[in-house]
């Protein structure tokens, strides 16, 4: 490890990048995301700080993160946790004010989102100066495992409609694992007003619209190992409403 940090330190970029993980009722993933992370990290050599945002999880998500800061570090593991549920743009919000890093992921905590693809995002953004880099299970190598037919039809046809009417210059509106500029992602937190799973797609909307320049990664998405979906009905009729939302506004 220590190997891999000489070799970062030898490239002068001095950047930091700060992992931001909004949690709520992920006590079993929470460990395993960390310990990847941490593995990746390290291996790669690149500065980098995890914040955990937990959402007053019933099933004792914090009291796990109190463990691993005890393990990795109170510099690695950051905790910021809220009394309840406030929505994921609040959660990013929250997490940047503590972040220190110059560069900001976000990605899932369930473990749909692997690690090991933080070089390949990293390696990206310095390859064409990117503003965002966004992951991809529509282009390349990309893909989804472990989702039923259904699931696999709703995320494509949301994909699908969603590329028809907003025209966004990217491939997958609706992950949620990217990279961006600390900078960036500030500006456009400010500008979006979407909730739920809209709100992924309105972050790149708005990244179009103010001429950010967007660097894709294929990745592989898999089904959260650990605990339930939270897709349902409710959050389709969401996307929905929020599609055309975004249409009429954009």
């Not at 330190?9 to 960390?34: A, C, H, M, Q």
């Not at 004010?97 to 369930?110: E, L, P, R, S, V």
Request: some cysteine; overall charge neutral.
């Amino acid at each position: 490890m220590a190997t891999s940090r000489q070799a970062a330190g030898s490239r002068g970029d001095g950047d930091k990048y700060s992992v931001l993980l909004p949690t709520f009722n992920e006590r079993e993933n929470l460990p395993l995301i960390v310990w990847l992370l941490v593995k990746f990290f390290g291996e790669s050599g690149y500065d980098y700080e995890i914040i955990v945002i937990d959402d007053g999880s019933p099933d004792g998500t914090l009291q796990v993160a109190e463990q691993l800061q005890g393990i990795y570090g109170e510099d690695k593991i950051l905790l910021r946790p809220r009394a309840k549920k406030l929505g994921l743009g609040t959660a990013y919000i929250h997490g940047i004010k503590h972040a220190t890093g110059n560069y900001i992921f976000i990605m899932d905590a369930d473990l749909s989102h692997h690690p090991k693809f933080i070089p390949e995002f990293i390696e990206k953004q310095k390859e064409g100066d990117y503003d965002l880099v966004s992951g991809t299970r529509y282009q390349g190598d990309g893909g989804v495992y472990g989702w039923d037919l259904r699931r696999k039809l709703i995320s494509r046809g949301a994909n699908f409609v969603s590329q028809v009417l907003l025209r966004p210059g990217a491939s997958d509106l609706t992950g949620s694992f990217r990279l961006y500029k600390r900078a960036v992602l500030e500006g456009l937190i400010e500008c979006c007003v979407s909730k739920g799973y809209v709100f992924q797609m309105e972050m790149i909307v708005r990244a179009r619209q103010l001429h950010y320049s967007i660097g894709e990664v294929p990745i592989s998405f898999v089904d959260r190992v650990y605990g339930e979906s939270k897709l349902g009905g409710n959050e389709i009729v969401s996307f929905l409403k929020g599609l055309l939302t975004l249409f009429a506004t954009t």
